[in-house]
């Protein structure tokens, strides 16, 4: 018996599809995540089996702290020889951002990985991706001090309350804190009393602007009085989404909800952005992103107030032990370190920030408790002071905090101009001092578009200002126009982007799926040649 055979123009739309299908089922494991069972705690950690585990991280290229991750995981190793730890060092956490994000898609995430809470956010649009870690917490064998834990680890009631609140959002603990730092001004004492002022007891933005617009004063030779130089910005902003985000805050007005409700554009905001305009039009204020890093600025004695992290201590100052700019470029001045300035001096507000670390699920449960051991284990008193006295950063544990080793690091302050750095033991000190003082922003998938959006208010103000354009109500108006849309804040039915509208805020497609796409445009447009010929065979 004859088959009978399917026309040709069939077999082209059969085989067609069948190609369309294939693509969509790649590019979804590109660009989505089937997810995972939620995890469960093991009765027992197997010790007879081998893990390996992979370890992101953020570094500077400061050669001790990647010397302090190594020693971890060597001692760690020693602890649990069953367990190998595969440390990879970024330099930026936008990098690992984008890079979790692609790998959510293919279950490929890190075991253990450092990150912001913000970020984390977005992880969690993948079904069980992150783990929720209140349950590891508390549990007795294996949990924070747990009696199985075999190194000493923290209770739960030992890390600082704030710190570790700032690791739960959507109902859970989705990180524990590593390390702590908040924003400093840094500043150039002697041209502040230079100019004839004298430092107040607390910093406040008039006292800030009246001595910036006072240092502009010029010789006749077009040097600055003050410094001698061609070349001053009198104050400069390193993060301006903290700049906003602070200012807000100290004025009372609205950024968000913690359900994800934007209320950053409002009025206080525009009269804010009025004020950073008029500075910036004086050219009395500046930003990292359009003048660069405010330490070298400082250290050349091109910069009075100079606005960074805590974190940053070991770039500032005269002494500073890391520099970016040459020795002979370096003046002499005294530097004090100081809160960033307020409006209210006496209920004062600044950020708290600094990375935490989250686990990522897997398929094997005791793989993920071998991440959890590791993890814990960054909250030892070895990691936490080692890691702290390296820049201005804060430990993340009374145990730490209240050690006889790290109160001896901060009491020998100036001691040198290296481990004892004092403007870096000053910046420290700060945010002990101000613990209660410190604040966080709501979490919410759509969270870091806000926060880059506030921060690009004042970036696109302070150039426009420049470029000579008129800073007025119909700016205003366009600004928060473009703003909105070039963060996708003004989603179909969403209050905060991808935040309520499910969303995930993912950026660009991974490079996987560009090249997938072009294969299938590419793949039609031959389909289409191939009909198109055998329809002029059939005419013929």
Request: glycine share 6%; proline share 4%.
């Amino acid at each position: 018996m004859k088959r009978s055979r399917l026309p040709k123009s069939r077999i082209m739309v059969l085989l067609s599809a069948l190609f369309i299908a294939g693509c969509m089922l790649m590019l979804s494991g590109c660009h989505g995540s089937k997810g995972l069972n939620a995890f469960e705690i093991p009765e027992e950690f197997d010790e007879s089996a081998e893990y390996e585990i992979t370890f992101w991280a953020k570094n500077d290229t400061n050669k001790t702290q990647t010397a302090i991750y190594e020693k971890a995981i060597a001692d760690f190793e020693k602890i649990y020889p069953n367990i190998t730890v595969n440390l990879r060092l970024y330099t930026d956490y936008s990098k690992i951002y984008n890079d979790v994000i692609t790998n959510i898609a293919t279950n490929t995430t890190p075991n253990v990985c450092i990150t912001y809470p913000d970020h984390i956010a977005t992880y969690l649009t993948g079904v069980n991706q992150v783990v929720p870690l209140e349950d590891l917490f508390a549990d007795e064998k294996y949990g924070l001090g747990g009696s199985k834990v075999r190194f000493d680890s923290p209770a739960a009631d030992e890390i600082i309350p704030q710190f570790l609140e700032e690791c739960s959002f959507g109902g859970h603990y989705y990180a524990i804190p590593y390390m702590r730092s908040t924003e400093a001004c840094y500043i150039n004492k002697t041209y502040v009393e230079a100019l004839g002022y004298a430092l107040p007891d607390a910093l406040t933005w008039d006292f800030v602007w009246e001595v910036s617009e006072a240092a502009m004063a010029k010789d006749a030779d077009g040097n600055y009085l003050v410094n001698g130089q061609k070349v001053l910005i009198p104050f400069i902003y390193k993060s301006t989404d903290n700049m906003m985000i602070q200012m807000l805050a100290q004025k009372g007005a609205g950024y968000s909800t913690d359900s994800g409700e934007l209320l950053l554009f409002n009025d206080t905001t525009e009269e804010l952005l009025y004020t950073i305009a008029e500075h910036a039009e004086s050219e009395a204020f500046s930003t990292f992103k359009i003048s660069s890093y405010p330490a070298n600025f400082l250290n050349a004695g091109q910069c009075i107030f100079a606005i960074d992290s805590t974190a940053g201590a070991t770039w500032m100052g005269t002494n500073a032990p890391l520099l970016d700019i040459s020795a002979d470029k370096v003046v002499e001045f005294e530097t004090a370190v100081m809160p960033i300035p307020q409006f209210d001096p006496e209920n004062p507000k600044m950020i708290s920030q600094g990375p935490s670390v989250c686990i990522f699920n897997k398929s094997d449960s005791q793989e993920v408790l071998a991440s959890w051991l590791f993890a814990q284990y960054l909250l030892t008193n070895d990691v936490q002071i080692a890691y702290s006295e390296t820049e201005g950063y804060v430990p993340v544990t009374k145990k730490a905090q209240e050690s006889a080793e790290y109160q001896d690091y901060l009491a020998r302050s100036g001691e040198d101009n290296s481990a004892h750095y004092e403007v870096k033991i000053q910046a420290a000190r700060l945010l002990l001092d101000n613990i209660s003082n410190t604040f966080v922003t709501p979490v919410f998938n759509g969270s870091a578009s806000l926060r880059d959006a506030a921060g690009q208010l004042i970036e696109n103000t302070v150039k426009s200002v420049r470029r000579g354009q008129v800073i007025d109500g119909a700016y205003m108006e366009k600004l928060y126009s473009d703003i909105t849309s070039l963060y996708r804040l003004d989603q179909p039915g969403s209050q905060g982007g991808a935040a309520v509208s499910g969303k995930a805020d993912l950026g660009p497609l991974p490079e996987t799926a560009v090249i997938l796409l072009s294969a299938l445009v590419g793949a039609w447009a031959l389909i289409l040649l191939y009909a198109a010929v055998q329809m002029r065979r059939k005419k013929k």
